[in-house]
């Protein structure tokens, strides 16, 4: 009978040391869900195609479906539930709600993170509609909203330079 090898990770998850005990073969995905409890992080294909399961590792958005809770090892990490600080809201959540960016929400947690760390590097809306989204399957929204969100996004950021 085989024993599944299990080692302790520790990860700094939205600015907090979290430490857990896991199989080397988790998921990040998995870990994130299962052993910190957090759920926002969605998986949908765990083959890499569908963008659900997006996070920020050291501030790159990665496919957390992916990779290994063991390869993830000292890195920060950023989840959806990170995002709104003191129940206030991101920019990008408020525009995505303002203009219907989301219905059933599956998709939403990992276009976030995506479409956050586009906003930090400065990306154009056109990048960022184009290459950006290109790495997220929507089923309910047929993405009308979800760029329309990204230009509200552009417009607020021009106005508030
Ligand atoms: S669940 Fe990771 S890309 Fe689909
Ligand atoms: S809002 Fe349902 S999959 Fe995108």
């Known amino acids: 009978m085989s024993v599944a090898?299990?080692?302790t990770v520790t990860?700094?998850?939205?600015?907090?040391e979290r430490t857990a005990r896991t199989e080397v073969r988790?998921?990040?995905?998995?870990?994130?869900?299962?052993?910190?409890?957090?759920?926002?992080?969605?998986?949908?294909c765990e083959?890499?195609?569908?963008?659900s399961c997006t996070v920020l590792l050291e501030g790159v958005p990665v496919r957390a479906c992916l990779m290994?809770?063991?390869?993830a090892e000292g890195a920060r990490v950023e989840t959806v539930e990170g995002l709104a600080q003191n129940g206030e809201l991101t920019g990008l959540q408020s525009a995505m709600r303002d203009e219907h960016g989301l219905q059933c929400g599956f998709c939403t947690?990992?276009?976030?993170m995506s479409l956050t760390a586009a906003e930090r590097e400065g990306l154009s809306e056109e990048e960022t509609t184009g290459q950006?989204?290109?790495?997220?399957?929507?089923?309910c929204t047929?993405?009308?909203?979800?760029?329309a969100a990204v230009a509200r996004r552009r417009k607020e950021s021009e106005a508030t330079p």
């Open 47 to 51: 083959e890499g195609i569908c963008g």
């Open 109 to 112: 947690p990992g276009i976030l």
């Open 5 to 7: 090898a299990v080692r």
């Open 132 to 139: 950006v989204l290109a790495g997220h399957r929507c089923r």
């Open 11 to 16: 990860l700094t998850v939205n600015g907090t």
């Open 142 to 147: 047929g993405y009308a909203g979800i760029r």
């Open 68 to 71: 290994l809770a063991v390869q």
């Open 26 to 44: 988790t998921l990040l995905s998995d870990f994130l869900r299962n052993a910190l409890g957090l759920t926002g992080t969605h998986v949908g």
